[in-house]
């Protein structure tokens, strides 16, 4: 019998709950990560009360009516600094669905097994308390054991509900390394049609958790390249638009890098019009131009490779790679200096790491990761002690007017000065600049 510790808020509003003579589990993902070891986030409660009554039972706390509708009732539990909010919910079963994502109504009804037959997948499907121990009436617990992926009865009803389930289950087998059913797999095909009619912005929520998971961890490569496979065509299917890609390079790609969301959006969509396919999906503009710029800059280092991956200092740690690029002084290469500069001035806001990691996923050459790496601690040293933009520059454009300049001439001379210090050929002192200045007059 698993045991599962429980926050005391939990255990506390279990324990009234059942103290008033009604029945009450923790439910869904709260159980599943618990089962796999992981600990959770939300702890979900469901009950036998209906909302009015779980109303009055908690009446002496703050009570939210969150969703009461659906029977949800939002607890809000604090001591000291401690604040903790449950959501409890009536067992229920739902109406019919009209638009492949919501139910018409919901039923309130008594029985746990009838609340736990609607949900979607079976490793979703179970309920936990002290007394009775894990409830599990659909196989959830031997499908984590098995790494298995399967719907609570008729996998078409399941999709047919509610079609975001199709991402869903891409979800939880990236994020828990588990094998879609092969029944499953016939009806997502069959019916991913029906992702047309859900929301983009939960295809968008959904999407961003994907990449948020670890895509490359300990688990089964080929499994999780069909995974990454499916997970486009269903995005084709979203978006109308025909991706070209290679499920395999775009795995080895998302697997190589950080969990960034941003960076790994460049390489999803890398072969598209990224800034209207994301705007498309609704992510916000940040995130937009954070994974255009990522894209951009990255292809960029890779086309000017040999701007900065012949010089002498880089092709000497590199032709030692038993010694990496340990010994490697950034402080010693001014030409490259110089290069890690321009490219810090174009990033703006970017992350350099970021595009840096999305060129080392795009190389498969000893050689160039080893001069990526040297060219990333290059960009480093200089964003920490150089000047690479104007706003570090140790002169200003009042300081060019006052010098007898006027309109597009003071930006040009300032552009001038700030590539004049980049390149070392002047110190970023005020009173060596403006001598530079009054030679320009």
């Not at 736990?116 to 409830?135: Q, S």
């Not at 990454?228 to 638009?241: A, H, K, M, N």
């Not at 209207?276 to 490779?305: C, Q, T």
């Not at 601690?377 to 933009?389: G, P, R, S, T």
Request: aromatic share 10%.
């Amino acid at each position: 019998m698993v045991d599962i510790k429980m926050p005391m808020p939990v255990e506390f509003a279990l324990n009234r709950l059942y103290s008033n003579g009604y029945e009450s589990y923790i439910v869904g993902g709260c159980v599943r990560d618990s089962i796999i070891g992981i600990q959770p986030h939300d702890w979900d409660i469901c009950t036998s009360a209906l909302p009015e009554q779980v109303q009055e039972i908690f009446k002496d706390l703050k009570v939210i009516p969150t969703g009461l509708q659906h029977g949800t009732v939002t607890v809000v539990f604090e001591d000291g600094d401690c604040k903790q909010c449950l959501e409890i919910t009536t067992y229920r079963i739902d109406g019919e669905y009209k638009d492949n994502r919501h139910p018409e109504n919901v039923k309130f009804v008594s029985d746990l097994s009838l609340d736990l037959m609607r949900r979607d997948f079976t490793i979703n499907a179970m309920a936990y308390n002290d007394k009775e121990g894990i409830i599990d009436m659909f196989g959830g617990v031997e499908d984590i054991e098995m790494g298995c992926l399967r719907c609570v009865g008729n996998p078409d009803d399941r999709f047919q509900e509610d079609a975001l389930r199709i991402m869903r289950a891409i979800r939880f087998a990236i994020r828990y390394d588990l094998q879609i059913d092969d029944e499953v797999i016939k009806s997502i095909q069959k019916n991913k049609i029906l992702l047309k009619n859900v929301s983009v912005e939960r295809i968008c929520a959904e999407l961003t958790k994907i990449l948020e998971s670890n895509i490359g961890n300990d688990g089964s490569k080929k499994n999780r390249i069909k995974l990454i496979g499916y997970l486009i065509d269903f995005l084709q299917v979203v978006l109308d638009y025909k991706i070209d890609f290679d499920e395999q390079e775009v795995y080895n790609r998302l697997a190589f890098v950080e969990s960034n969301v941003p960076l790994k959006l460049a390489i999803l969509f890398d072969t598209t019009n990224i800034m209207n396919i994301l705007k498309d999906l609704r992510f916000s503009n940040d995130v937009v131009f954070a994974a255009h710029a990522i894209r951009e800059y990255g292809h960029k280092i890779l086309d000017d490779k040999d701007k900065w991956s012949s010089k002498s200092s880089i092709a000497a740690a590199v032709n030692n790679l038993h010694i990496g690029d340990r010994e490697y002084n950034v402080e010693d290469d001014s030409s490259l200096r110089y290069y890690a500069r321009r490219s810090l001035k174009n990033i703006h806001s970017c992350s350099f790491e970021s595009i840096i990691s999305f060129a080392k996923a795009y190389v498969n050459d000893e050689y160039m990761f080893v001069a990526l790496n040297i060219l990333q601690k290059q960009m480093q040293f200089c964003k920490e002690n150089d000047v690479y933009c104007l706003q570090y520059l140790a002169v200003n454009g009042n300081d060019i007017m006052q010098a007898g300049f006027e309109g597009k001439d003071i930006g040009d001379i300032l552009n001038k000065l700030l590539d004049m210090v980049m390149r070392e050929d002047v110190r970023n002192n005020r009173e060596e600049l403006l001598a530079v200045v009054s030679k320009f007059r």
